[in-house]
Each structure stands twice: as structure tokens, then as C-alpha cells.
T-cell receptor
């Protein structure tokens, strides 16, 4: 158990809908990262927050947004969902930002868009 | 743009054998190279990591070999066990606030 929690574990929804994925980092970790894992694209970095502020953006679609709250939990919002958005979404956390801090991954949320 | 290339895509090894997974990177700004292990239904878990000022790092049965000039690094699993059957990802991280760039993954199957 990494100490990172994600809810829900599974999510099934329809095209055009909006969903929110939630992540609680390990106690004391200030950085939260979101990754998308799909069969064709592998594990792709989406976005990073550090202590409530956005720090880095990867291949994140404009339909997707995220935020980190004062209690350090984070939410990833996915809107106008398309079939291709079906994937595993992982949250990871680390103590600080920067290169050498180990990232601990949560168990993921499996999103299925029908 | 795929900045970390991983091979092979899948690997079958007999129990007790050596599993070798290779990765190559392009971005010379990368300065930290972790390997992650992922079991079905679980998130990736850090297995072992290396910095480019070291050519080899060993932790138990797992060894990373790093060749900075060739921009390649590899994972060796000695005495492979059926419990090692999982998907392995190499990754690289630069100074850009710690985001990880992953290889495509290798599905390792160790037969008893």
C-alpha cells in the first residue's frame, strides 16, 4: 500500500458526460501528479500540482482540468467525454517537487466511456 | 514524441533465469532513471532507481546498468521467480518539476 488513495476505483459513464476523479496524497506529500495509462499511449503525464499551485503540464486535453485543494487532495475533472478517454488514471504524490523525490502511485481509477 | 524507448514488449523467462529489459533515452536533460513494477489492478511501484553519475546499482536480485554515453540503461533480474511476473516500466525524470516520462512497458512472465 503506497499510502495514496484514489476514488472511485471504477467509473462507467457515457460519451459527453463529465466526471471527477479524486486523489488523496500520502501524509506530508505536497506534490500531486496525474497520469493516464492506456493500451496505445502507455503511461502519460498529465499535470502536476505542488502545494495548491499548478507546476507542470503534459499531454492534457483542454477538456480536462485539475486542482489541488488546501488540504492537499486533488481532483481531476474530465468533461465532454469521448470513447478514447477510456483509460486508467493514476495519481502519484511526492514530498517535494524536483527531480529526486520518489513518486508513490495510487491504485488508479478505471474509467470506461460507453 | 516518445523520449524513452523500451524493449522488449514482452519477455518469457524460466524460473531461475535472468530477465533483461532495455531502455534508451534521447533527452540529455534527464538525470534520474527509475524502474517501476506494476501488477494487474495495481498502480506502478518503484523498484529501483539510478542517477547518471553511477554506472550500476544493485538491490537484491535487481540491478540497473547505466551507460551515459550511449544514453541507455537496463534492468537485470537475477534468479527470476514466478512472483516477478508483472509489467515493468523504465522512466526518466529531468529537472522539469519531477514529471516522469515512461517507456512503453515490458510484460514479464516467469514460468515455474
Amino acid at each position: 500500500d503506497s499510502g495514496v488513495t484514489q476514488t472511485p476505483k471504477h467509473l462507467i459513464t457515457a460519451t459527453g458526460q463529465r466526471v471527477t476523479l479524486r486523489c488523496s496524497p500520502r501524509s506530508g506529500d505536497l506534490s500531486v501528479y496525474w497520469y493516464q495509462q492506456s493500451l496505445d499511449q502507455g503511461l502519460q503525464f498529465l499535470i502536476q500540482y505542488y502545494n495548491g499551485e499548478e507546476r507542470a503540464k503534459g499531454n492534457i486535453l483542454e477538456r480536462f482540468s485539475a486542482q489541488q485543494f488546501p488540504d492537499l487532495h486533488s481532483e481531476l475533472n474530465l468533461s465532454s467525454l469521448e470513447l478514447g478517454d477510456s483509460a486508467l488514471y493514476f495519481c502519484a504524490s511526492s514530498e517535494l517537487t524536483g527531480s529526486y523525490n520518489e513518486q508513490f502511485f495510487g491504485p488508479g481509477t478505471r474509467l470506461t466511456v460507453l | 514524441q516518445q523520449q524513452v524507448k523500451q524493449s522488449p514488449q514482452s519477455l518469457i523467462v524460466q524460473k531461475g533465469g535472468i530477465s533483461i529489459i532495455n531502455c534508451a533515452y534521447e533527452n540529455t536533460a534527464f538525470d534520474y532513471f527509475p524502474w517501476y513494477q506494476q501488477f494487474p489492478g495495481k498502480g506502478p511501484a518503484l523498484l529501483i532507481a539510478i542517477r547518471p553519475d553511477v554506472s550500476e546499482k544493485k538491490e537484491g536480485r535487481f540491478t540497473i546498468s547505466f551507460n551515459k554515453s550511449a544514453k541507455q540503461f537496463s534492468l537485470h533480474i537475477m534468479d527470476s521467480q514466478p512472483g516477478d511476473s508483472a509489467t515493468y516500466f523504465c522512466a526518466a525524470r529531468g529537472t522539469s518539476y519531477g514529471k516522469l516520462t515512461f517507456g512503453q512497458g515490458t510484460i514479464l512472465t516467469v514460468h515455474p
